[in-house]
């Protein structure tokens, strides 16, 4: 049996590119005790991959060279020498950008089982994965929305924005959304539930964005998820209140290295504010309480998700770099199968 995969073969210099990738074939090896096999069926790809392409100071270590690039996966079980799993199981795991992959599973936490009969097996990856929990994180423990308040979410048509600014719906929040272009601001308004969402390529500067977000935030902002930095959130601390709370998630408006300044950092002092970056794999003992109300909305359909897929293992590099490029519309994912 042969395995498919997508190495990191070299560290991008400013701007990522196809070239930093390359795609290998390899035996699949024979499993040992303790071993699952899994044949992966979709592989996510997310913002956070292009920190790990790097070798600048982060928060997590580098993606090693000449190896499988890191990823999370979901699929079957097609083999299994461990006890806690068999073959038709369906699972969640970091597998990475390849179609098999062996696992020791007597590792705690390194795959877990799902349920795919009344959630979608893709959904384990967005809403009902990291980037839901991400959002929950974000929203319920750093900004810790009151009923009434104003909530501002950037790159709100993505896998993270979209699923920030719905949560706070059902906590009675004003969820106010920025995205790019108009197609992605009419999903947010029309099919999310978002109160108002920004297009950002029509307000290029910060002065207009700021006259943007105060018509649609009359009463001022109260927390803001920021997954883009610069300008964007620039625009937002103008708008917002004493005591206003920030969750930093993203940046991504700096992923390719070059600094992203603050244009008055002094806001934070006069407003009284707190801004705060979280990663979430840091805060694993939320994700049981997370999952289980996400899992929940996304049963009873009240939490919509969005997916961009990509087909076959080949695509993964430029589907990425398209992502990186805001190409992609909510989440991105890659069909192995």
Same mark, same amino acid.
């Given at each position: 049996?042969?395995?498919?995969?997508?190495?990191?073969?070299?560290?991008?210099?400013?701007?990522?590119?196809?070239?930093?990738?390359?795609?290998?074939?390899?035996?699949?090896?024979?499993?040992?005790?303790?071993?699952?096999?899994?044949?992966?069926?979709?592989?996510?790809?997310?913002?956070?991959?292009?920190?790990?392409?790097?070798?600048?100071?982060?928060?997590?270590?580098?993606?090693?060279?000449?190896?499988?690039?890191?990823?999370?996966?979901?699929?079957?079980?097609?083999?299994?020498?461990?006890?806690?799993?068999?073959?038709?199981?369906?699972?969640?795991?970091?597998?990475?950008?390849?179609?098999?992959?062996?696992?020791?599973?007597?590792?705690?936490?390194?795959? %877990?089982?799902?349920?795919?009969?009344? /959630?979608?097996? =893709? #959904?384990?990856? &967005? *809403? $009902? @994965?990291?980037?839901?929990?991400?959002?929950?994180?974000?929203?319920?423990?750093?900004? %810790?929305?009151?009923?009434?308040?104003? /909530?501002?979410? =950037? #790159?709100?048509? &993505? *896998? $993270? @924005?979209?699923?920030?600014?719905?949560?706070?719906?059902?906590?009675?929040?004003?969820?106010?959304?920025?995205?790019?272009?108009?197609?992605?601001?009419?999903?947010?308004?029309?099919?999310? @539930?978002?109160?108002?969402?920004?297009?950002?390529?029509?307000?290029?500067?910060?002065?207009?964005?700021?006259?943007?977000?105060?018509?649609?935030?009359?009463?001022?902002?109260?927390?803001?998820?920021?997954?883009?930095?610069?300008?964007?959130?620039?625009?937002?601390?103008?708008?917002?209140?004493?005591?206003?709370?920030?969750?930093?998630?993203?940046?991504?408006?700096?992923?390719?290295?070059?600094?992203?300044?603050?244009?008055?950092?002094?806001?934070?002092?006069?407003?009284?504010?707190?801004?705060?970056?979280?990663?979430?794999?840091?805060?694993?003992?939320?994700?049981?309480?997370?999952?289980?109300?996400?899992?929940?909305?996304?049963?009873?359909?009240?939490?919509?998700?969005?997916?961009?897929?990509?087909?076959?293992?080949?695509?993964?590099?430029?589907?990425?770099?398209?992502?990186?490029?805001?190409?992609?519309?909510?989440?991105?994912?890659?069909?192995?199968?």
């Amino acid at each position: 049996m042969t395995n498919r995969q997508i190495l990191l073969v070299s560290r991008p210099q400013a701007e990522a590119g196809v070239d930093n990738f390359k795609l290998v074939e390899t035996p699949v090896p024979a499993l040992a005790d303790g071993q699952v096999l899994v044949r992966h069926h979709y592989l996510s790809l997310d913002p956070y991959m292009r920190m790990r392409m790097s070798e600048a100071k982060s928060y997590a270590q580098p993606q090693p060279l000449n190896e499988v690039m890191i990823g999370g996966t979901v699929g079957e079980v097609v083999d299994s020498k461990n006890p806690g799993f068999k073959p038709g199981d369906t699972v969640r795991g970091m597998g990475g950008w390849q179609e098999y992959a062996l696992v020791d599973a007597n590792q705690r936490g390194v795959l %877990q089982k799902v349920d795919a009969a009344h /959630i979608p097996l =893709s #959904a384990y990856l &967005g *809403a $009902v @994965g990291m980037p839901g929990v991400t959002a929950w994180y974000g929203l319920v423990k750093i900004i %810790q929305p009151k009923a009434g308040q104003t /909530i501002v979410v =950037s #790159a709100a048509s &993505g *896998a $993270v @924005g979209s699923a920030v600014g719905q949560l706070a719906k059902v906590r009675g929040c004003r969820a106010v959304g920025i995205a790019g272009g108009q197609e992605k601001c009419r999903y947010v308004t029309e099919e999310l @539930g978002f109160d108002a969402c920004i297009d950002y390529k029509e307000h290029r500067d910060e002065k207009s964005l700021a006259g943007a977000l105060k018509e649609a935030a009359p009463d001022g902002i109260d927390g803001c998820f920021e997954n883009v930095g610069g300008v964007v959130l620039d625009a937002v601390m103008s708008q917002m209140n004493a005591f206003g709370r920030i969750a930093l998630c993203g940046m991504i408006s700096g992923y390719d290295g070059q600094p992203i300044p603050m244009a008055r950092p002094q806001l934070i002092l006069t407003q009284r504010m707190t801004l705060e970056g979280f990663i979430v794999s840091e805060h694993m003992e939320v994700w049981p309480e997370a999952l289980k109300e996400l899992g929940t909305l996304v049963a009873t359909g009240t939490l919509k998700y969005r997916e961009t897929v990509a087909q076959g293992l080949e695509q993964a590099p430029e589907a990425f770099l398209g992502l990186l490029k805001g190409r992609n519309f909510g989440k991105q994912l890659v069909k192995l199968i």
